[in-house]
């Protein structure tokens, strides 16, 4: 079959959305907003006017021919006046509720508020509309003669003699319970028309619309993870050119007046490497990694340094128990590319930087330590411009928000000696090479 044929249309076939919006009713216009809203109202009140028509012709019909009855009482009651209050009653019934429930939701209030809102308007509605027709019933019995005691009791006793061979005389209890019956219907009717199914629907709607809600933040969460991935995966693009090419300038000088020192570069730069490339090759998708390894880079990186720049001293200290802690990538040693770019560099004569991990108390709950990461140097301070390289300062906070929701922090101080002191805390957690996501089980 060509692909230009077309398929025949089967009669199990659904009506494209567009047919259906145009051909349907009001009510299935209504579905298409909130329930309780007030453009659903509009087009549920529009739905009513056709029914209420035909109830509205219909009565006008009945009082017609009961009107103009030949066989008359003189007492009977004109059954125009009943007719148009138990029409009012239902036409109440049908849009009174429904309107207040539109006021409440309009108001916007809290959940539990306008749900309770919304269930006292309809109940309202209803209530007020079984008041309306219960007088029009009674509208008819107050013009209907009352049979007195006398009359009731001649009765009963008539009915017990061989003279009524057939009959229904009803009692008081059986009147009463009668109109309990007939009140019971009405509540049940009343309810039904006066919006509780309107009630259950929009109790569904609201949980779904939370559940949506919830779905679409989760989304926009995956979406900021994924840029934060990109991000990263920029970081590990950008990091290595600047620091490659000044590495190799360096061992290319090196091989032409030491080449000792020029060898010395090289071992340094393979540690390095050996120990970065697997963040780099990750493509952004690895979040996390230990601390063990980024002060294997950190050390390898400061050595490399030092060979460009013989000036330069530097200490890493990282005690035994923190080894196996989870950090983000690429995160120390981006701050400690930025100390030796913007501090180290610029300042004259010898310099020094000092890579620390530790364990710090938590300053707003007690009984509670966080993960601290600080590089310290000596070197121009805040004199000079401090802005990081590649990721930027900026760019590690926004990083430790989307992993840590805030439990994480980038603090960046002036030191007393002079120099800067960055220091990232983090809570602590061990590292978990087949996970992505920080592990709090320290």
């Not at 061989?162 to 059986?174: A, H, L, R, S």
């Not at 980038?410 to 090479?433: F, H, Q, T, V």
């Amino acid at each position: 079959m060509s692909s230009l044929e077309k398929k025949p249309v089967t009669s199990d076939q659904p009506l494209p959305g567009k047919l259906i919006d145009k051909l349907g009713s009001w009510s299935v216009k209504a579905q298409h907003y909130p329930v309780f809203s007030q453009t659903w109202f509009r087009y549920r009140a529009l739905g009513f006017t056709a029914p209420l028509g035909v109830l509205a012709l219909i009565m006008l019909v009945i009082s017609v021919i009961v009107a103009n009855e030949k066989i008359q009482s003189p007492e009977a009651e004109r059954p125009f006046l009943m007719f148009l209050v138990l029409y009012l009653g239902i036409a109440l019934n049908l849009l009174g509720g429904r309107w207040l429930a539109t006021q409440v939701k309009k108001r916007q209030w809290q959940k539990k508020n306008e749900m309770l809102g919304i269930a006292t308007g309809l109940i309202l509605g209803i209530a007020l509309s079984l008041v309306i027709v219960e007088s029009a019933d009674r509208l008819v019995d107050k013009k209907m003669k009352k049979t007195s005691p006398e009359t009731k009791e001649k009765l009963h006793e008539l009915s017990k003699s061989n003279e009524v061979k057939m009959g229904i005389i009803i009692t008081d209890e059986q009147e009463h319970d009668v109109n309990i019956a007939n009140i019971m219907l009405w509540i049940v009717l009343l309810s039904w028309w006066g919006g509780v199914l309107d009630f259950r629907t929009y109790l569904k709607q609201s949980r779904e619309l939370e559940e949506a809600s919830t779905q679409e933040k989760l989304d926009q969460y995956k979406n900021e993870r994924n840029q934060a991935q990109m991000r990263l995966s920029v970081l590990a693009s950008q990091v290595e050119p600047h620091f490659l090419f000044n590495t190799l300038s360096g061992v290319r000088a090196a091989m032409l007046s030491d080449p000792a020192r020029g060898v010395a570069i090289i071992d340094h730069l393979v540690d390095y490497l050996r120990s970065t490339i697997p963040q780099m090759r990750s493509d952004g998708n690895l979040m996390l990694t230990s601390v063990g390894n980024q002060f294997d880079s950190v050390r390898a990186y400061l050595g490399v340094i030092h060979m460009r720049i013989p000036r330069l001293s530097f200490n890493v200290e990282c005690p035994t128990e923190l080894l196996d802690c989870a950090v983000p990538p690429l995160m120390l040693i981006s701050l400690v590319e930025n100390a030796v770019k913007h501090g180290i560099e610029p300042k004259k004569g010898a310099v020094q930087i000092t890579v620390r991990a530790r364990k710090i108390n938590t300053p707003d709950q007690a009984n509670t330590e966080q993960l601290c990461l600080s590089v310290e140097d000596n070197g121009v301070g805040f004199g000079h411009s401090n802005s990081g390289s590649g990721i930027g300062l900026s760019n590690i906070r926004e990083r430790l928000k989307h992993l840590y929701a805030g439990d994480a922090s980038l603090e960046l101080s002036m030191r007393e000696e002079g120099g800067i002191e960055a220091r990232i805390l983090l809570p602590i957690s061990r590292y978990d090479k087949y996970s992505s996501e920080p592990n709090n089980t320290i």
